[in-house]
């Protein structure tokens, strides 16, 4: 489905300002996801035992998957994302 903004065409496929601001909030969730645990056992237990490390690696890993699998599923939208940018 092909609509017509402005003197554009725009795609139906293509992400609204709206899912951008939407795909990005969830990006910094999942990014924190990988933080927040680690730091409460740094700080607040203060152990540095074999448990922290194993989380904190555990939780690295699973952001790089994260980061794999976004980046891939959204490429495209990442690509009009910046190109909105561009113009602002």
Do not use: W
């Amino acid at each position: 489905m092909m609509g017509k903004v402005g003197n554009e065409l725009v795609s139906s496929q293509e992400m609204t300002i709206g899912q951008a601001i939407f795909l990005l909030i969830v990006f910094a969730m999942i990014y924190g996801i990988g933080e927040f645990p680690t730091l409460i056992l740094h700080y607040y237990k203060k152990c540095d035992s074999n448990i922290t490390y194993f989380l904190e690696y555990l939780f690295l890993v699973l952001r790089i998957i994260f980061y794999i699998v976004f980046f891939k599923i959204n490429k495209k939208n990442i690509v009009l994302i910046l190109k909105l940018n561009r113009k602002f």
